[in-house]
Nanobody, 124 residues
Framework: QVQLLESGGGSVQAGDSLKLSCEAS????????IGWFRQAPGKEREFVAA????????AYGDAVKGRFAITRNNAKNTAFLQMNTLKPEDTGVYYC?????????????????WGQGTQIIVSS
């Protein structure tokens, strides 16, 4: 129903900024909330951020509050994750996710649509 394609990953130094993009496509896009999860090697997936369809509400994981910002442009079916002041612990695979609305729960099972992921490496 909803396909998600991430772009913008790469290798950066601690303190740098990076912006990820997530392009959505599919038969039903109206009302789809977009979010991001990440997974570091040997660790469980971690909620990063999510934004509702209108863009009027966003939620963030504790580890990224104040450093990351999620936005979206519905005219282009694209969401963005601006990541500032990156730290080595931000290293991991970042997945764009989607759901029909936000329930207030931000576990991976709350988002049925997943992209393939994009790698981010932050060096100290």
């Amino acid at each position: 129903q909803v396909q998600l394609l991430e772009s913008g990953g790469g290798s950066v130094q601690a303190g740098d900024s990076l912006k990820l993009s997530c392009e959505a496509s599919g038969s039903i896009l109206s009302g789809v909330a977009i979010g991001w999860f990440r997974q570091a090697p040997g660790k469980e997936r971690e909620f990063v951020a999510a934004i509702n369809w209108s863009g009027g509400f966003a939620a963030y994981g504790d580890a990224v509050k104040g450093r990351f910002a999620i936005t979206r442009n519905n005219a282009k079916n694209t969401a963005f994750l601006q990541m500032n002041t990156l730290k080595p612990e931000d290293t991991g695979v970042y997945y764009c996710v989607g759901s029909f609305g936000l329930s207030g729960r931000y576990t991976d099972t709350d988002f049925p649509f997943w992209g393939q992921g994009t790698q981010i490496i932050v060096s100290s």
